[in-house]
């Protein structure tokens, strides 16, 4: 069954101006912790052992099980440990942890020309560099090109649609030259008939940075997206730029896509041997007292990133990996980065008083997946799962957007997110 699209109207704030046009700051921890974390898969394989020396792009871990995904080094220095910290998602998860000698001294990792490469050669590359989507997903991309057959679009996301984040706008602007590189190495992976980079339309000028820097390229061009939210959901970049709906991945309809950064991580891994060991960060909100972007080593934690930032603006603040509809919020921030993070957003705490449902259907109109976030609600606290079936509850992307419009500021979100849980771990047990 295909989703009902939901109306996608809502504009929302984007914030975007405290971060878009500022310096990037580079950090340089004394320290990283950095998580081996990939969902399901709970056993990678460590490859060091405390008082090992490392490089930066040193592997010192593999998943397996599932997909293929490398952990490297983000530092050049000394395996300090190996032990449990708590990780965003909130369980203790295994760390490697390394003390930078500051250095960066990086390891020769294999290089690869795109031009005289095959496509296997090239989805190994990509797999064998560790990357993934570093929109926020993390999923391993060589696995989209892996099967890619029939491909009509590759898309390039690069709309952004989440209040405050402008990393990969950043992105595109500072590094489009191994980014544009990154591109027509996936375009030989997947062979479509045409590659899109998907910008927002309130963007003009990058939009027109990117067509100076296309002009003359074959087949790869930039479009405008309104701009709406979430217009960086794939399902609805999707929709916007073919009008196909497809039911689970993208590939259905003819489509692989990917994020910008990813595009520029690949090019950059060909280029260098450096697989995905830092990141750019947008770290803003107004709970941060100077909001910017960084780049920083995979594994700094949240604090030293705020702290870079010039510290919190007060004492009581939300802390989001990510941006404030869909980003996970953390209890402490002696948390660390991971590669796929693309944003810290700090919020200052809000006291919200909420009233009873006013029925008034806004969290449905609004829904970009189509749902009844009160009908779900309803059929949760009466335990009917076939009912929450029948509503759809599994394709919740939680958006954020329906507590976002509710008059009556209920966590609606959170009450169709636990809905949804309870959904699934009570199919999973059947
Ligand atoms: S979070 Fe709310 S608005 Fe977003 S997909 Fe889920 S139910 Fe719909
Ligand atoms: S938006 Fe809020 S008040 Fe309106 S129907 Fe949904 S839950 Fe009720």
Redesign the pocket.
């Known amino acids: 069954m295909s989703l009902f699209k939901?109306p996608m109207r809502t504009h929302l704030n984007g914030h975007k101006d405290l971060t878009e046009h500022g310096e990037v700051v580079s950090l340089n921890p004394s320290k990283v912790s950095i998580p081996l974390f990939a969902g399901a898969d709970t056993n990678p394989e460590i490859l060091v052992n405390v008082g090992d020396e490392v490089k930066v792009g040193t592997k010192i871990a593999q998943f397996s099980s599932r997909f293929v995904i490398p952990v490297f080094s983000s530092v050049s220095g000394k395996v300090e440990a190996i032990e449990d910290q708590l990780h965003q998602s909130l369980k203790k998860v295994k760390h490697v942890v390394i003390a930078s000698d500051g250095k960066f001294t990086k390891e020769s990792n294999p290089t690869i020309d795109y031009e005289k490469a095959s496509k296997e050669e090239l989805v190994d590359f990509m797999m064998n560099a560790g990357i993934i989507g570093c929109g926020g997903a993390g999923f391993p991309s060589y696995v989209k090109y892996k099967f890619a057959k029939d491909v009509e679009k590759l898309i390039i996301n690069a709309v952004e649609c989440e209040p405050y984040i402008t990393s990969d706008y950043k992105t595109v602007e500072l590094h489009f030259d191994e980014m544009l590189l990154g591109i027509k190495a996936m375009q030989k992976m997947c062979e479509p008939k045409e590659v899109l980079i998907a910008i927002k339309k309130s963007h003009p000028e990058l939009i027109q940075f990117v067509n100076e820097k296309l002009n003359g390229e074959k087949d790869i061009r930039c479009v405008s997206v309104p701009d709406v939210y979430?217009m960086g959901w794939e399902r609805t970049l999707v929709y916007e730029l073919t009008k196909k709906r497809y039911d689970k991945l993208p590939a259905e309809v003819g489509c692989v896509v990917n994020n910008a950064t990813t595009a520029y991580m690949f090019g950059k891994a060909m280029t260098t041997g450096e697989p995905i060991v830092s990141r750019m960060l947008t770290v803003s909100g107004d709970g941060v007292k100077e909001p910017k972007n960084v780049e920083v080593p995979v594994g700094t934690s949240f604090h030293e990133v705020v702290e870079a930032c010039g510290g919190y603006t007060g004492e009581d603040m939300v802390v989001c990996f990510g941006g404030p509809m869909m980003g996970g919020t953390v209890t402490t921030d002696a948390v660390s980065v991971e590669r796929q993070n693309n944003a810290l957003t700090v919020l200052k705490k809000q006291a919200i008083d909420e009233v009873a449902c006013l029925r008034c259907g806004s969290?449905s109109d609004?829904?970009?997946?189509?749902?009844q976030?009160v009908r779900?609600n309803q059929a949760a606290k009466l335990k009917d799962n076939e009912r929450l079936g029948k509503l759809r509850?599994d394709?919740?992307?939680?958006?954020?957007?329906?507590?976002y419009?509710c008059p009556s500021k209920i966590a609606?979100?959170e009450n169709?997110?636990r809905a949804?849980r309870a959904y699934m771990m009570a199919n999973a047990k059947k």
């Open positions: 939901g979430p969290c609004h829904c970009p997946s189509g749902l976030p779900i509850v394709k919740c992307i939680e958006c954020g957007m329906c507590t419009v609606v979100t169709v997110r949804k």
